[in-house]
């Protein structure tokens, strides 16, 4: 069984940076930070595989940065340059089967979120 916490989010203006975290236990072959705004569907915004395989979606690429801390057993993603857009609830998730992906169902834990407000 992996828990996974969630921290980092803040209000910023456009423009700022923030750096998320997730302190994950148990074991995770994958790892992915995921978005939803009120009233949108789940995004996957970032992925990591054990084989250091990342996947970013579209609308991050060049902005967002994930990356794992093996030795803390922790989870980041680095955001620079924030959009009113990017405003929503951060989730981290686990999978454990390999693959990462931005697809919601591929990921079984799920954090409870922290929330990221961007504004203009």
């Known amino acids: 069984q992996v828990q996974l916490v969630e921290s980092g989010g803040g209000s910023v203006q456009a423009g700022g940076s923030l750096r998320l975290s997730c302190a994950a236990s148990g074991y995770a072959v994958c790892m992915a930070w995921f978005r939803q705004a009120p009233g949108k569907e789940r995004e996957g915004v970032a992925a990591?595989?054990?084989?250091?395989?990342?996947a970013y979606a579209d609308s991050v690429k060049g902005r967002f940065t994930i990356s794992e801390d093996n030795a803390k057993n922790t989870l980041y993603l680095q955001i620079h340059s924030l959009k009113p857009e990017d405003t929503a609830m951060y989730y981290c998730?686990?999978?454990?089967?390999?693959?990462?992906?931005?697809?919601?169902?591929?990921?079984?834990?799920w954090g409870q979120g922290t929330q990221v407000t961007v504004s203009s």
């Open positions: 990591i595989g054990r084989d250091r395989y990342l």
């Open positions: 998730a686990a999978a454990i089967w390999p693959g990462a992906t931005l697809v919601p169902s591929h990921y079984t834990y």
